[in-house]
């Protein structure tokens, strides 16, 4: 996956946000109800349309920007809703997408893999510089460039590893899973039932369940990785990696990829299957779940009729902050205890410096530990539709089953009498607040002038969540009574990025 992003400007992308009000302006993503016009394409496809709102005012001119670049440094893509473009223009822009492409197709990439694995062992390079796969007849081009020799069939299954991460100019980083969190998942799903895995952004787990497909022969789980970083396609065939852009649904190589992840989802009429997805931290929920509900009204479409009450089951990596947003969408979501997942921080500029790949788990290093006092909880969860009490969480890392919640929980996460629930979401023990009536934060206590529970060295007159147009507390924007008719019915679906 990306590195997490902060927020976004205005005409950017997104992929951006972070939880919490930021202000008194922000910008929405749009869905308009159907039908409606194709929306433009960027290099990274159907771009999304946003809006800029203030509060107390409504909604101003609507604009396209691209669905997976919140920097427009990125990608500068930006069309006013409106606006009409010559044909110049829009030749140019079609020239553009093309020349920000892939350099080799789909298929190209597939039978250099082939004829790359029959080289001897001594003829195997790979262009650190370049990121590519070298047949003897690339040496020459690549002979000034940083090559690495002797590739072994074992690098080439672990292509995250031999892989520069993409770099993000802010922060020059990347995060992937760690392989201890890999392998939590790769033990588990077989345990649950489980014999297909499409991994949404998940390289690194694609790559452990393989490499167990491989080394296990009574192991029947495999994989197809949808993933927007095409480098990966030197290594995989067509049937195990689809270039995909999660924020839009956009498969890059067109219907044949497509088809590639139909056939897997379908395959059995649909069982045995399980949607494994780590969308960047800063991803806007809203579009995301959008994608995801094309991929489960993908999979049903294998289903019979006598199944249509079934639910693709989905393991959803995501903060646990973002719970409320994706129960949202998703309602029958519950977020499961688990606190051990970790993310590998892989440093750009010192793997560049020494020709390697320098990686620091998550929750070793300082500048990531969750947290000001750097507790090494992560923030971390897994969201899912698959009943927690048949997912075991393991004993000897201090989970326990509570009979009454029904579920596995943490070793701090105490069941509290007044709510009914094991309240925790943060790996800390929480206190019950009698005046809020719900269980707070530890290092929370109760204001008398707010009227609720927030840190002690809070700001009493800063903004409330409430409805972005008039103020009240007792509605969001989406449903305001102040918006005019039109504008409702032309949004099927609008939150407020600043509160996400």
């Not at 690549?142 to 690495?148: A, I, L, M, N, Y």
């Not at 995801?292 to 990596?317: D, R, V, Y």
């Not at 629930?421 to 005046?435: A, E, L, P, V």
């Amino acid at each position: 996956m990306a590195a997490p992003r902060a927020g976004l400007g205005a005409g950017a992308g997104a992929a951006a946000g972070v939880p919490g009000r930021q202000g008194s302006s922000g910008v929405e993503v749009v869905f308009p109800s159907e039908p409606a016009p194709p929306a433009p394409l960027c290099p990274h496809g159907p771009t999304l349309l946003f809006v800029k709102v203030n509060q107390g005012k409504e909604e101003t001119r609507r604009f396209y920007a691209c669905s997976a670049c919140r920097d427009r440094k990125d990608c500068n893509f930006f069309q006013w809703e409106d606006e009409k473009l010559s044909g110049a223009r829009l030749a140019a822009r079609e020239a553009h997408n093309r020349k920000c492409q892939p350099p080799l197709s789909r298929t190209q990439c597939a039978e250099r893999y082939l004829k790359f694995i029959e080289l001897p062992l001594s003829q195997r390079k790979f262009c650190q510089r370049c990121q590519q796969l070298l047949l003897p007849d690339d040496w020459e081009k690549h002979h000034e460039h940083r090559v690495v020799g002797d590739i072994s069939i074992t690098q080439l299954r672990r292509p995250s590893q031999l892989l520069y991460p993409l770099e993000n100019k802010k922060t020059n980083a990347q995060y992937l899973f760690a392989d201890r969190s890999c392998q939590f998942l790769v033990d588990l799903l077989p345990t649950l039932g489980f014999t297909r895995v499409l991994c949404v952004g998940t390289p690194r787990l694609h790559e452990l369940i393989r490499l167990k497909a491989s080394d296990d022969k009574k192991s029947n789980i495999k994989s197809l990785l949808l993933d927007i970083d095409f480098r990966y396609s030197q290594f995989y065939m067509e049937d195990s990696f689809c270039h995909y852009n999660m924020f839009n649904h956009h498969f890059f190589d067109g219907k044949a990829a497509l088809e590639v992840c139909r056939t897997f989802l379908q395959e059995d009429k649909g069982e045995g299957v399980i949607m494994v997805t780590d969308p960047p931290f800063g991803g806007l929920v809203e579009p995301l779940a959008v994608t995801f509900k094309k991929l489960i009204a993908m999979w049903k479409e294998g289903q019979s009729e006598g199944s249509s009450h079934k639910e693709l089951p989905i393991f959803w990596i995501f903060p646990y902050f973002f719970e409320s947003r994706i129960r949202q969408f998703f309602p029958s979501f519950c977020m499961l205890d688990y606190q051990r997942f970790h993310r590998t921080f892989i440093c750009v500029d010192e793997a560049m410096k020494y020709g390697c790949m320098l990686e620091v788990d998550y929750d070793n290093h300082a500048l990531y530990k969750h947290g000001k006092t750097g507790r090494k909880q992560s923030p971390v969860r897994i969201f899912t539709n698959i009943p927690p009490n048949k997912i075991i969480l393991p004993s000897e890392e201090g989970y326990r089953f509570c009979p009454l919640c029904q579920r596995y929980i943490s070793l701090e996460n105490q069941h509290c009498e007044h709510c009914n629930s094991c309240t925790s979401k943060d790996g800390r023990k929480w206190n019950h607040c009698f005046f809020c009536k719900k269980c707070v934060k530890p290092s929370w206590i109760h204001c008398s002038i707010c009227g609720h529970c927030a840190l002690p060295d809070h700001s009493c007159g800063g903004p409330k969540d409430g409805c972005f147009i008039c103020g009240e507390l007792d509605h969001k924007r989406s449903t305001c009574p102040k918006i005019t008719t039109s504008k409702k019915v032309n949004r099927s679906i609008s939150f407020h990025l600043a509160t996400c």
